[in-house]
């Protein structure tokens, strides 16, 4: 059947705004409309593609909710190879390298190089045949890889077009690139999986490469994975005659491309740009093992070549391992709000890469036994992907005989009931729902920042609540009176008062964060939001079906089914009934327009404030604004507080405006 000319055009539109909004959000992190809004462009191009299926077409944002599962992944082979990188690890290896350049091109000159950091991701290809993206796939054994098209499709920063003019001019372009996962979403990632009772990635490549492959696809969608670009597999084509044109079109192109990229020329350049990166590397949200120096000219890499399966015209100049020995002191086992124990190692004291170091996870009893740990064990610490403190393995040569092995414990460290571990399961679980240990940590989640925010219940307060029989369900602290507070320890007429504030301002907190607060297992504040922004109200959310929460694009078998067993439970109804009493108000949202005087203004903020980073980053973020973790050219303002240290100099030397909180309450 024909599709109405309006119709159509329509639906280009829709493709054409759906992938503006992704540019926006998972390539230059500068959203321009609500979640809700984008929603409902997205459902409008599905309700079009339902419809009339016909209309649908390869570059429609469609193709990146994933497909039905594979058996197996298929086989691609490169048409040119991916090669690995030779490595050196000091200056004067380096200079070798740089010597060996330019002996084989036969000048004296400095070389240009193009210096990049090294990702520590999951290399692909993708190829792109007049314009569309047709195949993606692993680098595998540098001659073929694996068919991961779909799953590459999902990530929200590949383009799934090119434009009309590069297309007609590559009809065949192959772009090669780094699929990571960036730091803090692994620790959002692992805790979810820690607290399913499935063993946790070990660092944020293992994280991204699993997610990467696969065979449920609509699995990696749900992943936080990023796409960076660095490269294309061909060194000949018309009008790009060097590594710096090829990365100019391929940011034209929307491809993420890194910035801390640079052009420079000569080993001392080099060496500076691997020094400034390493300085760097402590406050990147992503993990960099390195530097790459390529020969930026086209011609002079086709003259170099390449050797076995290694070009001689890129080198990979590597940073040193940062780990450390220590002893074990004691193996403690704790219990999270799911109920998981963890076994946790207590270390004696120790520095690694710049952090001071005294518990490790050991995840669980498979983890344990592998490393056969014993108390007074000499261990080696290394903190995985520059973030979580991981046990690399024991000195074994340095037992004495007086080590302690240390078993599982049978029952629960909190509450003494007998623990289980379910088939399948990674994890030993306390299985009382009334266990203190879990009542505690579910309280102090339920009070947290990006929950219900209710500043002053911390950790050790939502000990002594649960501990003085306070509070035995989240629900009751909207009950608290203020003469049952001043009878806990450190407690005063003012941090109670405090307290209780606001503990009352958290009952106009919207629904997003209060499903947050729940504790579901799966739901975050990004699905929390599609709960609410497709089915609004609390009470539809309550009573949806398997059907109607997995019709929801980004809600998954597993979470709809948590969803359902939360709301099951009549304990957890009762909870919500006494929130309702107590004047909680579930909210869906606001409704008012969002406030955006910093529109297109990135900030950075360094040093100590009078109130938590993530507070200013709110704000400044409410405003329309955007917070990196780092100091660019591309930075417009520094918000500094006391003792900023290197960001401060490094705004000085690019002349970037420094301010102050009140200086920040005028700019809003």
């Not at 699995?219 to 060194?235: H, K, Q, V």
């Not at 498979?366 to 520059?386: F, H, P, Q, S």
């Not at 503990?503 to 599609?530: N, Q």
Request: aromatic share 6%.
């Amino acid at each position: 059947m024909a599709i109405d000319k309006a119709l159509r055009e329509e639906y280009e539109e829709l493709k054409k705004r759906i992938e503006y909004h992704n540019r926006q959000y998972y390539v230059y992190d500068r959203p321009v409309i609500s979640d809700a809004e984008y929603d409902r462009l997205f459902d409008r191009l599905l309700q079009i593609e339902r419809e009339n299926p016909n209309i649908v077409t390869p570059d429609s944002p469609s193709q990146r909710i994933g497909a039905p599962p594979l058996s197996s992944f298929e086989t691609v082979r490169h048409r040119k190879r991916m090669l690995s990188l030779q490595k050196v690890t000091s200056r004067e290896e380096f200079a070798n390298f740089d010597r060996r350049v330019r002996e084989s091109l036969e000048v004296d000159d400095e070389i240009a190089y193009v210096v990049e950091p090294k990702l520590d991701g999951l290399a692909v290809e993708l190829v792109y045949e007049k314009g569309l993206l047709k195949v993606g796939s692993t680098r595998g054994d540098g001659t073929r890889g694996e068919d991961v098209t779909v799953n590459l499709k999902t990530i929200r920063s590949i383009p799934l077009k090119l434009s009309g003019a590069t297309s007609k001019r590559y009809p065949l372009l192959e772009v090669r690139g780094e699929v990571i996962m960036r730091r803090s979403d692994f620790l959002k990632l692992n805790r979810n999986m820690e607290e399913a009772g499935q063993p946790p990635f070990a660092n944020p490549r293992n994280a991204a490469a699993g997610s990467l492959r696969q065979l449920n696809s609509r699995i990696t969608a749900n992943r936080p994975l990023l796409f960076f670009a660095y490269g294309i597999s061909a060194n000949d084509l018309p009008g790009l005659p060097d590594q710096s044109s090829v990365v100019r079109l391929l940011g034209k192109e929307n491809f993420l491309i890194n910035e801390h990229q640079e052009l420079v020329s000569g080993v001392d350049s080099v060496a500076d740009a691997f020094e400034k990166l390493k300085r760097l590397r402590p406050e990147l949200d992503y993990e960099i093992d390195g530097t790459v120096a390529k020969v930026n000219d086209f011609g002079h890499q086709s003259r170099l070549g390449e050797i076995s399966r290694a070009p001689r015209w890129a080198i990979a100049w590597k940073f040193a391992a940062e780990e450390a020995e220590t002893s074990v002191v004691d193996i403690i086992f704790s219990v999270g709000r799911t109920g998981v124990i963890t076994p946790v190692a207590k270390l004696r004291p120790v520095k690694v890469a710049g952090v001071v170091v005294s518990n490790a996870s050991l995840h669980n009893e498979d983890e344990m036994k592998a490393l056969d740990i014993r108390i007074g064990d000499t261990v080696v610490i290394r903190r995985a992907g520059d973030v979580i403190p991981q046990v690399m393995r024991v000195i074994e040569d340095k037992r004495s005989g007086d080590e302690k092995a240390v078993a599982m414990p049978s029952r629960c460290p909190s509450c003494g009931t007998r623990v289980v571990r379910p088939e399948g399961e990674a994890a030993w679980r306390c299985i009382n729902a009334a266990c203190p240990a879990q009542m505690i940590e579910r309280l102090f989640h339920f009070a947290a920042k990006d929950a219900m925010d209710i500043d002053g219940l911390g950790g050790k307060l939502a000990a002594q609540l649960v501990e003085n029989e306070l509070v035995a369900n989240p629900a009751d602290i909207y009950y608290l009176k203020k003469e049952e507070l001043l009878e806990l320890d450190l407690m005063g007429e003012k941090r109670a008062q405090n307290l209780l504030d606001a503990i009352e301002k958290s009952k106009t907190r919207e629904l997003p964060y209060i499903l947050v607060a729940f504790g579901i297992f799966g739901i975050g504040e990004s699905a929390a939001r599609l709960l609410v922004d497709k089915l609004n109200k609390l009470d539809s959310i309550v009573d949806a079906s398997l059907e109607d929460l997995t019709a929801i694009p980004g809600i998954g078998p597993t979470m709809a089914q948590s969803i359902l067993d939360f709301f099951a439970n009549p304990g957890n109804h009762e909870m919500i009934e006494r929130m309702k009493s107590a004047g909680v108000s579930f909210r869906p949202g606001a409704t008012e327009p969002a406030q955006t005087t910093l529109a297109g203004k990135t900030f950075v903020i360094t040093g100590t404030l009078s109130k938590p980073r993530s507070h200013f980053k709110t704000i400044i973020e409410a405003a329309g604004g955007r917070v990196t973790g780092s100091v660019s050219a591309k930075t417009d303002f520094v918000l500094a507080g006391e003792n900023p240290g290197s960001k401060l100099d490094r705004a000085n030397e690019l002349g970037i405006k420094i301010i102050d909180e009140k200086q920040l309450g005028g700019l809003i």
